[in-house]
């Protein structure tokens, strides 16, 4: 009997389990296709309350500072007792606020609401990136771009099925995905055995690699420096993608007076073009090295981002997809290059870098919100068109991996 279970954890340290990576990142896309509802239906509920542009934004605010608030404290608490069956509770408090704010009666229901799904998310993302590692066979880059993609896509298909099914129905239509929250906490279900099998044997192998001292080079200073350098990269990319995400849609209609629901699909297309730039990240990292990746990743997407304020309608939609496909192949690189900065740690860097990532978002939403209200949308995204050039500071990490281009 010890020889088998001997056997197994060998199988799962050195090997990819992609079974468990499709399923997470499965879980991954329904998850964050449930969150994108939020946005997504953002023009309904502002005609629905009279909201302005502040209020939207301190929606986004609340939902993701509830997230990004909880998010380190669980994985910091998850790297000791790791514990399979949150995934499957984080997943549940999301389908509730789901269905609350489904049949929301007023503005502080619809924030209780968002609060409900932050709640869960703050639990499912740690965890959920602990089985993407766990299962990865030594192919973090590769493992956390599956996971993320399967992010990204949700996202990217939300808007899609709200302009379907919401817009045109209305707001008590948004209950419908709560059958999608249901499959997601099946397959959590599954992966969560798996989980529950494998852990122990993996959090003794990874105690027992760490024990000599990774990374002893680098001094802990120049470590936290680096993780504030990390950290303000993210504040770049998501500040952007928070003007993206929460007001494009504004954007198209206010500039080129498309409809609402052309403007969701629109959307879609450049979520669309998210999901495809996050599965080339993990691996390019792997092979390249993740600083080179984080580097065009970033910087890389400031020239689109500075003409798209200044061209026509097809000529936005084009950049948004080349911007889409060079800005999101960073957070797996970013996640990734964390991780080997602080090894054995892995609850608590993806719960911080997603932590601050869903912060950076919902305060990103708030202050550009404010800023709409006070100038304009065209405004807002000639402002944040800046924002990618902060990425010539990631010149400044340390080269902590080989040259890998082969």
Known sequence: MKATTSTT?????NQTVYPILFAISLSHLLNDLIQSVIPAVYPLLKTNYALNFTQIGIITLVFQLTASILQPFVGSYTDKKPNPKSLVIGMTFSMIGLLFIAF????????????????GSSVFHPEASRVAHLASGGKK????????VGGNAGSA????????IVIPFGQKYIGWFGILALLAIAVLS??????????????????????????RAISKKRVIISIIILLVLIFSKYFY???????????LIDKFH????????????????????TILGGPLGDRYGRKLIIWISILGAAPFTLLLPHVGLTATVILSVLIGLIISSA??????YATELIPGKVGMVAGLFFGFAFGMGGIGSAVLGSLADKTSIEYVFSICAYLPLIGIITGFLPNIEGRKFK
Do not use: D, R
């Open 141 to 148: 880059g590769l493992a956390q771009s599956i996971f993320q």
């Open 104 to 119: 929301a009666s007023n503005f502080y229901y619809i924030l209780a609401s968002v609060c409900l799904i932050g709640m």
């Open 9 to 13: 954890a060998t199988l799962t340290a």
């Open 258 to 277: 498309v409809t609402v629901q052309h403007s969701q699909i629109y959307l879609f297309i450049f979520l669309a073009s998210v999901a495809a730039g």
């Open 241 to 251: 993608m928070a003007s993206m995400t929460s007001y494009f849609t504004f954007y």
């Open 190 to 215: 599954f992966v969560g055995k798996w989980y529950q099998q494998n852990i122990q044997p993996k959090v003794e192998k990874q105690s027992a690699s760490i024990a000599p001292g990774a990374n």
């Open 157 to 164: 298909a939300g808007p899609l099925l709200a302009a379907l």
């Open 331 to 336: 957070f797996s690189a970013i996640l990734v």
